[in-house]
């Protein structure tokens, strides 16, 4: 069955850095775009980025555009989201998603997510 | 920046029905998702593409469009529909950012 599964959330000071990555399985990875959405405490939902399916396009949220830069890699199933010169407000879960298999601006499989804290 | 306006709560009996309204200037020209989220989980995807159900959402849940509204209906509403709501769409400017509402807690008297 389809599985994604986050790693590498933590706490980590303002202004430092972050990878987090994502590891899929039971699904044919390079056939897919993959986004990053993420939620704060007690918050809404926001789209952060995505990544075309070969990853040759990048699109980000405002928020993030910048400091946060989102790679993959097909031959390992993973995709990373590297957080650079984070702030307080970037504490969220981190949820890797992936869309449906008809379109891409949606989000149809998720991971369980990963907790990201900044704090000095 | 593209905003999409929900309530933040709804209220209704078992068996009532519920609507959860979604509200953006672009929706006219761009699809809408709506998404269930319990507490302690990932969300799920309730509806696609304005009105169309994934295979095992049940047919309680449904969604229409007018103007730039979009309503999901909840008919028969159960206590294990108690959850947060979002409703999803994309920018309509050129530039590609994918929005969230607020989303709605709904909760079931």
């Known amino acids: 069955q389809v599985q994604l599964v986050e790693s590498g959330g933590g706490v980590v000071q303002p202004g430092r850095s972050l990878r987090l990555s994502c590891e899929v399985s039971g699904f044919i990875f390079s056939n897919f775009a993959m986004h990053w959405v993420r939620q704060a405490p007690g918050k809404g939902l926001e789209w952060v980025a995505v990544?075309?399916?070969?990853?040759?396009?990048?699109y980000y949220a405002d928020s993030v555009k910048g400091r946060f830069t989102l790679s993959r890699d097909n031959s390992k199933n993973m995709m990373y989201l590297q957080m650079n010169s984070l702030r307080t407000e970037d504490t969220a879960v981190y949820y890797c998603?992936?869309?449906?298999?008809?379109?891409?601006?949606?989000?149809?499989?998720w991971g369980q997510g990963t907790m990201v804290t900044v704090s000095s | 920046s593209y905003e999409l306006t929900q309530p933040p709560s709804v209220s209704v009996s078992p068996g009532q029905t519920a609507r959860i309204t979604c509200s953006g200037d672009?929706?006219?020209?761009?699809?809408t998702y709506w998404y269930q989220q319990r507490p302690g989980q990932a969300p799920v995807l309730l509806i696609y593409?304005?009105?169309e159900r994934p295979s095992g959402i049940p047919e309680r849940f449904s969604a229409s469009t007018s103007g730039t509204t979009v309503t999901l209906t909840i008919s028969g509403v159960q206590a294990e529909d108690e959850a947060d709501y979002y409703c999803q769409s994309a920018d309509s400017s050129g530039i590609y950012r994918l929005v969230f509402g607020g989303g709605t807690k709904l909760t079931v008297l």
């Open positions: 593409k304005d009105a």
């Open positions: 672009a929706l006219p020209k761009q699809y």
């Open positions: 990544i075309s399916y070969d990853g040759t396009k990048r």
């Open positions: 998603v992936r869309p449906p298999v008809q379109f891409t601006d949606a989000f149809d499989m």
